[in-house]
């Protein structure tokens, strides 16, 4: 299986490679259109800021290549800004156009928590994912990605921002910070998206992506 | 919703000189422990949370010498990784991120030149710029502590608290706090420290110096940290990770399984 990971100048991408390359998988690291549209998986990872996140897409014509393949049901996976960037739209440092493939939006996490504290801000923590809400508590992963993560098994978190899908059914997990529920992975049809970054969170984030890819295990 | 304990994450400290793991007592009296990767890879295995590797000598010769140690570390270890020591410009970053670290932690190039906050986190986020400051105490500063720099040799002029609350306003994304007193003798950590600095910023702070055993990490957590930094407790295999992390929970603080 070939994996196509989106280079947009953004990112340590190293991690991602290696971590598929570890079950296996042939790489093809690009910021080239044609290669997109020619991908069977498609990864987009990424740290920083949303708006710098879309124009280095937008600067590479890379915007309308992976909205037609997600279009054609292509697995995507976005990680961390790459999760935030399939959303309709964030409010960092203004507010910004996102690829718009999960209905929903993407907000700045409160600086208090559930009870009135301040909390810290960027969210930086090994945190555990539970089924969204609508979802069976105990199977809720089944059929997905996350289907060999057992609910309670923790991910290393990263963010400042948080997405806010528009509708519960494009929720699949959550983790819990400050007493609230932040979104953890979303999907819409082909697409995926996870908050965290399975290419840091150890053994449980590698079988994360190896199922993403439907490889071997190693 | 069910709040739960404050949880934190347990972070090994791999100070290397050349190519060595090194360890001193208050930054001083360097002994060679071996290879850091060999370690980096027995505490991953062993359940650690983040590897944070300093370049100990960097500062003295202008350039971080990590490259390498780095590379190889993020072939076979997922974790995240943060590398400091004789980083000083938006270009040395770019260079040690494009290794496979994800983050950097930046002292002395900071204190001379508070911008390179500011660019470091416009180019890679705030997520990615870690400021360290090696905190000793002192009676001329308003806090009761001033910045170091070159590993604890170097006076900043700067109060430890004042220093953090601004390197915060320049974009930093945490803080990397560490005694220059308690370094290396396993002791317990300064604790009005930590109360001091968590208390003073918002972002996550890393607490260093003076761990010696799980309760140690209690009382940091207690205090106010977000993460502790380990090194000798671990270096000397005094505790490993696991056992580290089963005192900590007995401690009633959380910590990844």
């Known amino acids: ?218 | 919703m069910e709040k739960g304990h404050k949880k934190i994450r347990l972070i090994a400290r791999l100070d290397v000189k050349d190519e060595n793991l090194v360890k001193g007592i208050q930054l001083e009296g360097l002994r060679k422990l071996g290879d850091p990767n060999a370690f980096a890879r027995r505490y991953y295995e062993e359940g650690i949370d983040e590897l944070l590797y300093i370049d100990i000598v960097a500062s003295l010769y202008n350039r971080n010498n990590l490259s390498g140690i780095v590379r190889r570390t993020v072939d076979e270890v997922y974790i995240p990784v943060c590398v400091g020591g004789g980083l000083r410009s938006v270009e040395d970053v770019r260079a040690i991120l494009s290794m496979g670290a994800d983050k950097v932690a930046v002292n002395t190039a900071a204190v001379k030149r508070p911008e390179l906050i500011t660019e470091i986190a416009k180019a890679f986020g705030s997520q990615c710029m870690v400021l360290s400051i090696q905190a000793k105490r002192s009676h001329s500063m308003p806090s009761g502590w001033e910045a170091y720099y070159d590993n604890g040799r170097a006076h900043s002029g700067y109060d430890v608290v004042e220093w953090a609350k601004r390197g915060q306003e320049l974009g930093a994304g945490e803080i990397l706090l560490t005694s220059v007193d308690c370094e290396g003798l396993r002791d317990g950590m300064d604790l009005d420290l930590i109360r001091a600095v968590t208390g003073a910023v918002t972002v996550p702070v890393i607490c260093g110096g003076g761990v010696g055993c799980g309760d140690d990490i209690v009382d940091a957590a207690e205090a106010g940290a977000d993460a502790v930094a380990c090194a000798s407790v671990l270096h000397y295999g005094q505790e490993t990770v696991q056992e580290l992390k089963e005192e900590i929970r007995a401690g009633g603080v959380e910590v990844r399984a």
């Open chain 1, 1 to 218: 299986m070939k994996v196509t990971i989106i280079d947009y100048g953004l990112s340590n991408l190293l991690s991602v490679q290696h971590a598929f390359a570890h079950f296996g998988a042939e790489i093809c690291l690009t910021n080239r259109p044609e290669d997109v549209l020619a991908a069977q998986l498609l990864v987009l990872p990424g740290v920083g800021a949303f708006r710098d996140g879309m124009a280095g897409l937008e600067r590479l014509g890379l915007i309308e290549p992976i909205r037609q393949k997600a279009g054609e049901g292509t697995p995507l996976l976005g990680i961390c800004l790459g999760m935030q960037m399939l959303f309709d739209e964030s409010e960092e440092f203004g507010v910004h156009k996102g690829l718009g493939l999960i209905p929903g939006r993407v907000v700045r996490i409160p600086d208090k928590d559930a009870d009135g504290n301040p909390q810290r801000v960027p969210h930086i923590s090994w945190q555990g994912l539970i089924p969204a809400e609508h979802r069976d508590q105990e199977t809720g992963f089944a059929g997905t990605a996350l289907e060999g993560v057992k609910p309670g098994q923790e991910c290393y978190f990263i963010h400042s921002y948080e997405a806010k899908p528009a509708a519960p059914e494009y929720r699949l997990a959550d983790t819990v910070y400050g007493g609230r529920r932040i979104c953890a992975a979303a999907m819409c049809g082909s697409v995926l998206g996870v908050q965290f970054h399975p290419e840091k969170s150890g053994p449980v984030g590698l079988e994360i992506l190896r199922a993403f890819a439907k490889l071997p295990k190693a």
